[in-house]
């Protein structure tokens, strides 16, 4: 039996597997420039995050109905639950699909009619978090957050992925105290291939509640101890880290240092079906390289749900 856990670190278009992108490229008429899944599966080698996300954005063609974005979904929370996810908080990138004429409503209607049925499908329960593209305008931003409103309902926070390096967080200052001034919760991705200042900033003027990755504090003591002592959760994402080439191999990753360190570490699966494994099979492998006690993987599950946007109650209950 898996541990119970919650997961805070999903892009919901990661979890595209070949076979569901080739099932919808031909009920969409969309060709992909691969033979098979086969092929599609050996072009998953990536030299760092920009050579993935340029895969990774070129595959989301085949997504264009709602009911794509909900058999997304729906196959997601299903796995999910079979690795002992009991609640998930899920990003998505509407820029990433607007930008090629699929409407924000098609996005978060079809993946809502999933969410909402997922705790009696799946026994997982759902919240949605919108990311903004960093690589994209501040304007870009604010513009889809404009779009949003008709939806605020569904979504229980906001977001910052994709091109980390040369996108500090400060260029969305304005699109986050927007999104705070609406009552949204705050999450940013910072110090994955970011310097560690990235999230001092992502804390200091974003006013995030949660680092998304946070892997690259470890380069500063200071910060670490800030991060300690306020206990910011990090949602790390160690099979990620290996194949985008922030780390060698997993037997290097810090997971084990940040925990001696008194971090508030939770682990989660970030893209996976691109990066090899759901956020149970990441449990077990940092168990195997890491040395990663059955103790100390409880205390990561304890903290997923301690870090969750789920009330307290809730998160006792989960826990
Ligand atoms: N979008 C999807 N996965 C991402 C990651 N690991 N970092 C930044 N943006 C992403
Ligand atoms: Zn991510």
Redesign the pocket.
Same mark, same amino acid.
């Given at each position: 039996m898996p541990i119970p856990k919650a997961e805070l670190h999903l892009?919901i278009?990661?979890t595209l597997e070949p076979e569901l992108a080739f099932a919808l490229a031909a009920r969409n008429g969309v060709e992909l420039p691969y033979a098979d899944t086969e092929e599609l599966r050996k072009a998953y080698l990536f030299d760092d995050?920009q050579t993935?996300?340029n895969l990774?954005y070129g595959l989301m063609a085949v997504l264009r109905t709602e009911a794509d974005f909900e058999e997304l979904a729906d196959a997601y929370l299903a796995r999910a639950a079979a690795q002992g996810v009991r609640h998930a908080e899920i990003?998505f990138?509407p820029q990433a699909h607007v930008v090629r004429g699929v409407p924000i409503g098609t996005v978060i209607e079809g993946l809502s009619r999933a969410l909402e049925r997922s705790q009696e499908r799946h026994g997982v329960s759902t919240r949605l978090i919108m990311?903004f593209?960093?690589d994209q305008s501040a304007e870009s931003a604010l513009e889809t957050l404009e779009a949003a409103k008709p939806y605020l309902d569904r979504i229980i926070g906001v977001g910052l @992925?994709?091109?980390?390096v040369g996108h500090p967080p400060v260029k969305f200052r304005e699109v986050y105290e927007a999104a705070a001034a609406l009552g949204l919760r705050l999450v940013a991705?910072a110090g994955?291939?970011g310097p560690p200042a990235y999230i001092t900033e992502a804390l200091d003027v974003l006013r995030v509640e949660r680092i998304?990755?946070g892997l690259r504090c470890m380069e500063d003591p200071e910060l670490v101890e800030r991060l300690a002592r306020d206990r910011v959760p990090l949602t790390l994402?160690p099979l990620?880290n290996v194949r985008?080439r922030a780390i060698d191999v997993l037997e290097e990753h810090p997971l084990a240092r940040m925990l001696d360190a008194g971090l508030m570490c939770t682990v989660n699966s970030? @893209?996976p079906a691109y990066f090899g494994g759901y956020v149970d099979d990441t449990f077990h492998a940092v168990r195997e390289a890491l040395g990663i006690d059955h103790e100390r993987l409880r205390t990561l599950a304890r903290n997923s749900f301690e870090a969750s946007f789920l009330d307290r109650d809730a998160a006792d209950e989960a826990l």
């Open positions: 892009h278009e990661g995050l993935f996300l990774y990003f990138d990311c593209l960093r @992925d994709s091109a980390e991705h994955e291939e998304d990755h994402c990620s985008l970030d @893209d």
